[in-house]
């Protein structure tokens, strides 16, 4: 079956620090891959989507790339700020009918001033 | 703002207790889902409404009881909650039958069982 592994955290980082959250997935065939950022109090907002190999997903200064080869969707951003400070989500589905979305733990990133 | 809103954001509750939880989604689509979060924990599917049918019931126990009108409105019934059951209780939807299957979340209802 589906299932995605991402680093465990807390993370903690000072403003204007380089992000990385590293995410890997199990599939069949191709799924699609996302990225979803939990912030205090709130439900889940996808951040960013890739649909297919070496697609890059970007938003809000936050980019992945879809590695085929590594299984990999590894979050990245070059300078955090405080308003980062939040939960991030690994998520795949599919492929195919397969809508549902596995998520992976969630690492949460403290950025401090 | 999401499309998706959720009602009551918190809820505290005895054992004994009876109590709803709602969904509404505002984005035009076609499918819904509840998901637990507990602390430390992943999320957990737990109900899955595709054109207000149920394809999707990852054994829940039975004092949860989902309820989906009609493909805006989704429910979840709680009677004889443990305190385990205490999480974040969240709705999703999205629209199916599209290669990309993003879901869009609500804000989530906070419960606690007491």
């Avoid at chain 1, 955090?80 to 690492?107: E, I, M, N, R």
């Avoid at chain 2, 054994?59 to 979840?76: A, G, I, M």
Wanted: glycine share 8%.
């Amino acid at each position: 079956g589906n299932s995605v592994t991402q680093m465990e955290g807390p993370v903690t980082l000072s403003e204007e620090a380089f992000l990385t959250i590293n995410c890997t997935y199990t599939a069949t065939g191709y799924p699609s891959l996302f990225w979803y950022v939990q912030y205090p109090g709130e439900g889940l907002q996808l951040l960013l989507k890739a649909t297919k190999a070496d697609d890059k997903g970007s938003n809000k200064g936050f980019e992945a790339t879809y590695r085929k080869e590594t299984t990999s969707f590894h979050l990245e951003k070059g300078s955090v700020q405080v308003s980062d400070s939040a939960v991030y989500f690994c998520a795949l589905s599919g492929p195919w009918d397969d809508y549902k979305l596995s998520f992976g733990a969630g690492t949460t990133v403290t950025v401090r001033a | 703002e999401t499309g998706v809103t959720q009602t009551p954001r918190h809820l505290v509750m005895g054992m004994t207790n009876k109590k709803s939880l709602k969904c509404e989604q505002h984005l035009g689509h076609n499918a819904m889902y509840w998901y637990k979060q507990s602390a430390k924990k992943p999320l957990e599917l737990m109900f899955v409404y595709n054109f207000k049918e149920q394809t999707e019931n990852n054994s829940v126990p039975s004092r949860f009881s989902p309820e989906c009108p009609n493909s805006s409105h989704l429910f979840l019934h709680l009677h004889t909650l443990q305190p385990e059951d205490s999480a974040l209780y969240l709705c999703a939807s999205s629209q199916e039958g599209r290669d990309l299957h993003e879901q869009y979340f609500g804000p989530g209802t906070r419960l606690t069982v007491t």
